[in-house]
Nanobody
Framework: QVQLVESGGGLVQAGGSLRLSCTAS?????MGWFRQAPGKEREFVAA????????YYTDSVEGRFTISRVIVENTVLLQMNGLKPEDTAVYYC?????????????????WGQGTQVTVSS
């Protein structure tokens, strides 16, 4: 079973930037990020294919967040710019061994522990 190690969360003022990193213990997984704010459902944020050629974003982060991967390091990065207070959440790295890149929670069978991102107004 692949394991995921996340890093990079923290506290930032609105308009600031953070970069999340997630390293997988094995290769050839589609990877992505979900987030969960207090009192809300866990939601999709972004995903990237195993080759890095395809990526998806939820509408609310399109143009502000960028997902990328360093294939040789089995690492996925989420660069978050123009952060807003509504981006405050626990961010979870996810992975799945599939030919189809998905945006649904049920499509990902490997989850990280989560890292807190807090954006102050």
């Amino acid at each position: 079973q692949v394991q995921l190690v996340e890093s990079g969360g923290g506290l930032v003022q609105a308009g600031g930037s953070l970069r999340l990193s997630c390293t997988a213990s094995r290769r050839n997984y589609n990877m992505g990020w979900f987030r969960q704010a207090p009192g809300k459902e866990r939601e999709f944020v972004a995903a990237i294919s195993r080759s890095g050629s395809t990526s998806y974003y939820t509408d609310s982060v399109e143009g502000r967040f960028t997902i990328s991967r360093v294939i040789v390091e089995n690492t996925v990065l989420l660069q978050m710019n123009g952060l807003k207070p509504e981006d405050t959440a626990v961010y979870y790295c996810v992975a799945c061994f599939s030919v189809v890149l998905g945006t649904e929670r049920s499509q990902y069978n490997v989850w990280g522990q989560g890292t807190q991102v807090t954006v102050s107004s």
